[in-house]
Every structure is written in C-alpha cells, then in structure tokens.
C-alpha cells in the first residue's frame, strides 16, 4: 500500500499529464455534488475531503499556480456559482502551501 504522499504525487502527475481541462472538470463535479447536499452532512465531508486531496495534488503538481488557475477556470465556468464555489474551495483549500488562507 502506498504512504499517502506518494498517492498525492501520483494524482498530480496524472492530473497534470491530463490537462487543465481535466482537473476543472473533476472540480466542477465536486462541486456540484456538494452544493446538493446538507452542510455537515457525512456526504458533504466526503466531497470537501476530495476537494483537499484535490487541491493537495495540484500544490504538489505546481503550486500556488495550479491552484489560482484551477480557482479562475472554476469560476468563469458559472459567473453566477463563482463566489459561493470559491467559499467552498477556499474552507477545503485552508491551511495549504501556497493559497491564500
């Protein structure tokens, strides 16, 4: 089995490998399936929780780039959800190198 920093490091290689496109996507579904569900819900934790092994993947892969790109291309996909997703990607994101909180 695999220590957790190298799972972490293969998902960045695999979501860097795969494109930019990708990673929004998979953002997007996250996000999309939180936002139906209750907040504190055993279902929203498990969706916040991807969304951190998300962001974890990106800081490996590159950084504060990689994670203000990921949050900008999030946000010009629905100028209406944009602020209510970078809540929920800032309180998943908190406390990682590199981003703002």
Known sequence: MPIRGS?????????????PEDVTASLLA???AIEG?????????????ALRRKGEALTVAGGTVMLLDALARVQASSPKRAKAR????????????????
């Not at 569900?37 to 929780?49: E, I, L, N, T, V």
């Open 7 to 19: 799972t972490i490091r293969h998902q960045a290689s695999r979501d860097v490998a795969n494109g």
């Open 30 to 32: 996250l996000l999309g």
């Open 37 to 49: 569900q209750p907040h504190g819900s055993p279902a929203a934790g498990a969706y916040r929780a």
């Open 86 to 101: 970078e809540a929920i990607l800032d309180a998943a994101w908190a406390g990682l190198p590199g981003w703002r909180s």
